[in-house]
């Protein structure tokens, strides 16, 4: 008897054992985020896109979803973070959360362990049931962030560190790797919904073509969209192509202003204009990171979805990098040009002595607003250190909250990002509890702080022409002309105050100009010297660091991606190559510059920050 | 010593204004309800300038008077100078009087046009009381301090509006209503960008037809894309002028690529000189551009077989593209040899 019980006993625990399973959760896709936001602007560095609880101080909502588990029993729990403040501080973490399983927190609190990302332990769970509830539960308001969530019950299971091993486990997990669907056969891909992107896919549209447009973020506009809230600047219908510049002025918010409220960027507008067009296909939340050549030629992009990680892939025979980082060129093995030229490359006047990594930096801008009550904010620990000297006593941070001049635009991202929310955070901090005048800010809050940061430079892929200083300032027009800059040569440099203050680390800029007429940018800088069927508007376009320096204003890049349109579909009724449009039926294109792509008889309203241009005359 | 030559020159010119007060031309409403009187100022019967009597009132930190000048604009509304009353100066904060350096400096506000100030709402000039730690506001925000004069901002930005304001296009308009060859010469004679674009813009017909020589002129010293607007601005008749197509069979190597593709278009409808045709043939180039195509249209519309022929030669040993437009243009005149060009 006494063994039969024992028996019995031994194949029912046996009955009962978990079969051993994993089940990968991936915290952007949660179903409902609750407060958190995805951020996927890492994602070629990290892995993955992520999300993240950026609540200015104040802890956001939960995010939440249901897992279906394959078996009920003991899982043990792996997180995917990191502590992003220890970076610069040893004190207590920035961004903390709480993982919970069935509205029950699990004992461990996230965000503290690793200053890199890589999995956190989180203990064990007991699951009881097939469906559970999984949430996400910020402490403190800074920018935690989760990507993922490992539950396993395989014994001595060690969670991947290594990126692209971790890339491929999570490809297999999901099956997306398997058969990335085709999103499409189109005539011109535009990656990068900026303005030069959204204008070039509008311009081509309208041409007659068929176009996808591929936007990482869920809304368009770029640098001018509402999630980074910089204005237009630079001048429209200028010579000689007056025309050029209508379609900006059709999109284009009607109010100027960096670091205003969401409104002034009118988001909707450009949206609206794109799914207007017909031959439009709109790829929002896709982030395009690989690419597939044959010879000189880009045969497909790839891109994942920031939000399910579902990849598709695009065929066309021409493509458009307006990424900004001049992403698919790189991808695609084109030539490109990083930092400053040293002055012997081109001969140019404002160019350092010898050549080094200062592109201009990112920015993260912000502001406040009076409440009609007194409003408090957290004293922080992992805040750089702060004084009277340090404080700046303002309510808003605009284009000069400038940092990671030096760093990688691409690489160094993360952390130039944020270490410019650092300094705004440790500086609110300090005037909300500490300055001498703290009285003065008592009823002041954030409002708004950007988590996607503001670039101005990364990489410039190298065309057929590489424009620079001398051809603006001595105004060498060349016939091949298109688009016209006209914003000054503005460079930006550390601020030397806050260089003192923040030696080797400054988060503010000063800039310098040279003012210059409008100057029609060549044909030969919009298109890849080695990549034959890749075109660029933006500031990823063929031209020196210098001369970057007026290229990269926003009604400049738009009115390069009306080129691009006019091009493509160019390029396509001939079957040739940006190249051999310039060889051969440039006619064909000056005739649709003069003609132009927008509306002409809309009223003018681009009237906001032109920018000190040597006009010929005020008329 | 400069400083005050200048101001006694500006006295002189007040004596001589007042000496031969003119009638009054038309009036300017000003943005805080006031208004002045625009006259003409003529030497013998010519129309010199502009000016006016100007009593504004201007508040500094509560504290407001009447600024009492005379300003006086050239032909297109420009602001050349102004004169102070001699009985009432000007005054800063405080009504202590302006000094011969803040009157030059006035003068070198009112005539610049790449000023920050300007360009703001007059509330945001000053700090407001609420961006203060202390309360107190008033004072001239950062940025613009070194552009205006301490202790007179107001007066410097009330000024700046009436000198730069509704009065210019007022002028302009009124200067156009009577132009008239002498005062063509006369704006010619400024010698500024602005100036020559002010005709382009504002002459009629027979205008252009009258000054032709002296607008050709101004697009062989004109700089930027004045050529090129100018070209585009004259009416396409006076392009089978003569002297016009003198001037471009003289000066066509030496105009911008854009000014010379803007000629091109303006030829297409008049009949065109031999040499003119000649000149031409010799700018097709082996670069794929508008402007080939636009000269291979002129020589096929202007009919000389014998060009026609000479550039068909050149098209086929240069291996030089055709529009679709231009192909089917030479089928039509059945020019022997079209078949070995190719289309673009
Ligand atoms: C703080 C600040 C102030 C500035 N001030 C001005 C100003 O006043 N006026 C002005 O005109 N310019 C200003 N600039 C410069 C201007 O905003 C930039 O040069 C801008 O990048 C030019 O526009 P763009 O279309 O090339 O790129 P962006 O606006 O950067 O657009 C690129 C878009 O592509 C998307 N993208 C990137 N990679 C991928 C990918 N792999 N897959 C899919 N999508 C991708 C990005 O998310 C982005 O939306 C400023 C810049 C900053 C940061």
Redesign the interface.
């Given at each position: 008897m006494k063994r039969l019980i024992f028996l019995f006993l031994l194949s029912s625990q046996f009955a009962l054992a978990q079969k051993p399973a994993t089940v990968f959760v991936e915290a952007e896709s949660f179903e409902n985020k609750g407060g958190w936001s995805i951020d996927q602007q890492f994602m070629d560095v990290m892995g993955s896109s992520f999300l993240m609880a950026h609540g200015m101080g104040r802890p956001v909502e939960n995010a939440s979803t249901t897992v279906t588990f394959p078996e009920t029993g003991t899982y043990k729990v792996y997180v995917r973070t990191r502590n992003w403040s220890a970076q610069w501080s040893d004190k207590d973490a920035a961004g903390q959360f709480q993982l919970l399983v069935n509205d029950k927190p699990l004992g461990k609190t996230f965000g503290k362990d690793n200053e890199k990302w890589s999995w956190s332990e989180g203990g064990t769970v007991k699951i009881t049931r097939k469906e559970n509830k999984i949430s996400l539960k910020d402490l403190t308001g800074f920018n935690g962030r989760c990507d993922a969530i490992i539950f396993t019950s395989v014994p001595n299971f060690k969670p991947i560190e290594d990126k692209e091993r971790l890339t491929e486990y999570r490809n297999a997990y999901f099956g997306f790797d398997k058969n990335p669907k085709n999103a499409g056969t189109f005539d011109f891909v535009v990656v990068g919904g900026g303005m030069a992107g959204t204008c070039s896919a509008i311009s081509a549209a309208r041409k007659g073509i068929k176009v996808a447009l591929i936007q990482n973020r869920p809304v368009l506009g770029g640098n001018n969209s509402s999630e980074v809230r910089v204005h237009l600047g630079g001048r429209i219908n200028l010579e000689p192509y007056p025309a050029l510049g209508n379609l900006v002025n059709e999109i284009g918010p009607s109010e100027g202003g960096n670091a205003q409220p969401k409104e002034y960027y009118e988001d909707d507008k450009k949206m609206a204009a794109v799914l207007a067009e017909p031959n439009i296909s709109l790829f929002l939340n896709y982030h395009a990171n690989k690419v597939e050549t044959n010879g000189s030629k880009i045969e497909k992009v790839y891109a994942t979805n920031i939000e399910t990680g579902e990849k598709v892939y695009f065929e066309a025979p021409l493509f458009a990098d307006c990424t900004g980082d001049g992403t698919i060129g790189f991808l695609a093995g084109a030539e490109y040009m990083t930092g400053r030229e040293s002055r012997d490359v081109y001969g140019e006047k404002t160019a350092p002595e010898v050549a080094d990594n200062l592109t201009m930096g990112a920015s993260v801008q912000w502001f406040s607003e009076k409440k009609d009550h007194p409003v408090s904010f957290p004293d922080i620990k992992w805040g750089l250190p702060w004084n009277e000297a340090k404080a700046e006593e303002i309510t808003k941070g605009d284009w000069e909250w400038e940092t990671g001049m030096g760093l990688d635009m691409t690489l160094d991202f993360e952390q130039i990002r944020d270490y410019g929310m650092l300094a705004v955070y440790s500086n609110w901090s300090y005037l909300k509890n500490r300055a001498e005048n703290k009285e003065k800010f008592a009823h002041d809050a954030l409002k708004w702080v950007a988590y996607v940061a503001g670039k101005r430079e990364s990489r410039r892929l190298k065309g057929d022409y590489v424009l620079i200083e001398q051809d603006l300032t001595d105004q060498r027009v060349y016939p091949d002309g298109t688009a016209p800059t006209s914003w000054s040569i503005d460079l930006h440099y550390p601020d030397p105050e806050n260089s003192k203050l923040f030696p080797g680390a400054a988060f503010k800029s000063i800039a310098k100009h040279i003012k210059i007429y409008p100057y029609p940018i060549p044909f030969r800088c919009l298109y890849s010297k080695n990549i034959d069927n890749l075109m660029m508007a933006g500031r990823d376009i063929s031209v020196s660091h210098v001369a970057l320096g007026t290229v990269r204003l926003m009604r400049t890049t738009g009115m390069m991606g009306e080129v691009l349109g006019m091009a493509a579909a160019i390029c396509k009724e001939e079957n040739t190559t940006p190249r051999g449009l310039y060889q051969n039926y440039f006619p064909k294109l000056e005739a649709m510059m003069i003609e132009g792509v927008g509306d002409p008889t809309l009223p003018k309203d681009q009237d906001y920050n032109l920018g000190g241009t040597l006009m010929e005359v005020v008329k | 010593m400069k400083l005050i030559v200048s101001f006694l020159m500006g006295l002189a010119g007040l004596l001589t204004y007042l000496g031969n007060r003119p009638g009054p031309a038309f009036e300017i409403e000003t943005k805080n309800g006031g208004s002045f009187e625009v006259e003409e100022v003529r030497w013998g019967d010519k129309l010199a300038k502009y000016s006016a009597n100007i009593m504004a009132p201007v508040c500094e930190e509560g504290i407001c008077y009447n600024v009492n000048v005379v300003f006086n604009w050239n032909l297109i509304g420009e602001f050349i100078d102004y004169q102070v009353q001699p009985y009432d100066p000007l005054t800063k904060l405080d009504h202590k009087p302006f000094t011969l350096a803040d009157y030059a400096k006035l003068q070198g506000i009112l005539t610049n046009?790449?000023l920050i100030f300007t360009g703001l709402p007059a509330d945001e000039l000053v700090v407001k009381a609420?961006e203060t730690?202390d309360g107190y506001s008033g004072a001239t925000i950062e940025a613009i301090k070194d552009e205006v004069i301490d202790g007179a901002l107001f007066t410097c930005y009330t000024l700046w509006h009436i000198a730069n304001g509704a009065v210019v296009d007022s002028i302009r308009q009124h200067t156009q209503r009577q132009l008239d060859k002498p005062m063509i010469a006369k704006i010619i004679g400024y010698n500024?960008?602005?100036a020559?674009?002010y005709l382009i813009?504002h002459m009629s017909e027979t205008q252009f037809a009258q000054n032709l020589p002296e607008i050709i002129g101004l697009i062989q010293a004109g700089?930027?894309?004045?050529p090129?607007?100018a070209i585009e601005k004259i009416p396409e008749k006076l392009f089978g002028r003569q002297e016009m197509q003198d001037f471009l069979i003289q000066n066509y190597d030496s105009l911008?690529?854009?000014t010379q593709?803007a000629a091109l278009s303006k030829l297409q409808n008049v009949p065109l000189q031999k040499d003119l045709t000649s000149m031409l043939l010799t700018q097709i180039s082996d670069?794929?551009?508008?402007?080939?195509?636009k000269i291979i249209a002129l020589i096929i519309r202007n009919n000389d077989e014998e060009a026609i022929k000479k550039m068909v030669d050149h098209l086929i040993e240069k291996k030089i593209?055709l529009?679709a437009a231009n192909y089917q243009l030479l089928q039509k005149h059945k020019v022997a040899g079209v078949e070995a060009l190719e289309k673009?």
């Open positions: - | 046009h790449d609420e730690v500024t960008a602005s020559n674009y813009d700089k930027g894309y004045f090129k607007n911008s690529y854009y593709v670069r794929n551009s508008i402007q080939n195509q593209k529009s673009i």
